[in-house]
């Protein structure tokens, strides 16, 4: 009896189910056209204003971005803050091509190893020599990264032989422990002066700005940060963490010249490179010479497709100059002045892939720093945990609501995986183009698929052939002869 009560129900309900979808489908019939008639009527009659035409039209000239921007501000009179660089068009490593080798010049064979290993600050008494051209760049813990993903960053550093850059959060003891080479970021806060925790760095980056925040100030709210943050950083509890627009030594009010801070730094540490952090601006050549002065063993742009978690997206998008732009430059003003053996040279923003690592360094980079691809590479085994409802970076971002939980050991199986992946395809390009070394790469190896950029880079444009001379004689990284000059006295 109940079984024949449960089939009769079944059918009643398919059949109220089957009448509601064909009244829906009818409906949809009947009304759909009239509707559609009515609104296209509508549109090409009425005013563009009346009609929903306006909508497209705004939504043309006002991208959606833009949009989302002024909503964000309508809603609240704050300061817009976007985690991520600047997404503008821009002048790019895509506009360069590799060149391969395969008559005029012989590539190399599958079974030939490559060195792609690097030296970094190589005139000091404790040079840095990693396992290839890249470090992880500065991601702050707590100003930008959890400490789950600082850790995991910390032992692929370890695993992939590379150096893991600080940031300019508190210093964090077990990250140290855990990382390969440690670059300790000094600079424009007042936190990380200890001269015990100075000595504990294979290289100091003094910084003065980063690509999408050139020398600003920030100043983040009391509670930004966690009490665990402040024990760190010295800070009492109702005191805001604050990076202040300029260096200084012992009184924000008093800044220092960079000479004076790297004199300091060099007088507490036992002779790592000190390097010097700027974001990429149009005065490129007039800085390089106040680091040159200064006596920096490193010089680091970073372009303004750098990214940062604190950023306003005015100093994000409106200021400094591209990553391609800014080394060519850098390179060329160097050489110009017979001081590109006096530094080592290094660049960052927006960074992702090996075959742009490859170019950089063919320009005249000495190494590539990533950071936006390794919090993604970071978040890549738990980011269902994290998508569709929230973004992956909530996986590693420290203001992160809610917080998600990141898996230490997994965070850095992504990112050692990506890494070694990367030095797989960098050591396969190197021997397409002919080469047993990433050391041998120069201006040679490229080409200009647009005359602009080879204006720009001096790359020989594609669109023209090439002279006759064969790739195999490869120019100097350096211009013959101009490095007999020492712009910069020698250190003991």
Known sequence: MLAREAIDLFWTVLIAMLVVAAAAVTAVILIVPMLAKRLIHSVLTKPMSDTLAELYISMRSTPPMDFLYSSLRANTGDVVIRPMGSARPLHGFDDLALVPAQLSSHPVLAAEPVDLSVTLGKRTAKPVTISMPLYISGMAYGLALTKEARLAMAKASRESDIPLNSGQGPFLEEERRLASQYVLQFGRWAWNRDPDILRQADMIEVQVGQGAQPGSAVVATPDAVGPEIKKLMNLPPDEAPVIHADLFLKDPKDPSSLKAVVEYVRSVTDG?????????????????????????????????????????????????????????????HLQTTHTR???????????????????????????????????????????????????????????????????????ARGVHNFLESCRQEMAI?????????????????????????????????SGHPRQTETRTEKPSRTRPGVNKMVHVQPRQ
């Open 272 to 332: 790592v490179p000190v390097a010097l952090k700027m974001g990429a601006s149009d005065t490129v050549e007039h800085d390089i010479d106040v680091a040159l002065d200064a006596g920096v063993d490193i010089i680091v742009i970073d372009g303004t497709e750098g990214a940062t978690g604190n950023a306003p997206i005015t100093l994000s998008d409106h200021f400094g100059i591209p990553s391609l732009m800014a080394l060519s430059r850098a390179v060329k």
């Open 341 to 411: 053996d006096d530094v080592d040279l290094l660049i960052s923003g927006g960074f992702r892939e090996p075959g742009d690592f490859l170019k950089a360094y063919a320009m005249g980079a000495d190494a590539v720093g990533l950071g936006t691809i390794i919090m993604f590479a970071l978040a890549h085994y738990q980011i269902t945990d994290a998508v569709p409802f929230y973004p992956p970076t909530d996986l590693v971002f420290y203001r992160a609501q809610p917080r998600i939980p990141l898996d230490v050991d997994k965070a």
């Open 429 to 461: 390009a190197i021997r397409t183009m002919g080469h047993r070394s990433v050391h041998e790469l120069s201006m040679a190896d490229l080409s200009a698929l647009d005359p602009d950029i080879a204006s720009i880079t001096g790359c020989h444009y």
